[in-house]
Nanobody
Framework: DVQLQASGGGVVQAGGSLRLSCAAS????????IGWFRQVPGKEREVVSS????????YYTGSVRGRFTISSDNTKNTVYLQMNSLNSEDTATYYC?????????????????????WGQGTQVTVSS
């Protein structure tokens, strides 16, 4: 069975850091891109960052560039999202998802409907 297990969310003060993890199983990890999305109630799910697992190419949306770092450990089939300098606008439920890497473009794999597999969300709350 395909599984994407997201973890690492929590409550943190503004300016603090969290590291999210996405552990994958049940598919050929290196054939896929992994994306992190976030969603707040009443808004569409938006891509935060993505990584092409096979070659390490990455993409970040503008609001997180320079603060967030995505990485993968292919020996563990796990993707990480290191989030630094968190602010209240980062408060959301974060999801990881997998899409076949053939869809990788200049903005990574940008749209939620391009992703084949999804994990459960992990809540990130930034308090001011």
């Amino acid at each position: 069975d395909v599984q994407l297990q997201a973890s690492g969310g929590g409550v943190v003060q503004a300016g603090g850091s969290l590291r999210l993890s996405c552990a994958a199983s049940g598919f050929i990890f290196v054939d896929y891109g992994i994306g992190w999305f976030r969603q707040v109630p009443g808004k569409e799910r938006e891509v935060v960052s993505s990584i092409n697992v096979s070659d390490g190419r990455t993409y970040y949306t503008g609001s997180v560039r320079g603060r967030f770092t995505i990485s993968s450990d292919n020996t563990k089939n796990t993707v990480y999202l290191q989030m630094n300098s968190l602010n209240s606008e980062d408060t959301a439920t974060y999801y990881c998802a997998a899409a076949y890497q053939q869809g990788w473009g200049p903005r990574g794999i940008e749209y939620a409907n391009e992703y084949e597999f999804w994990g459960q969300g992990t809540q990130v709350t930034v308090s001011s």
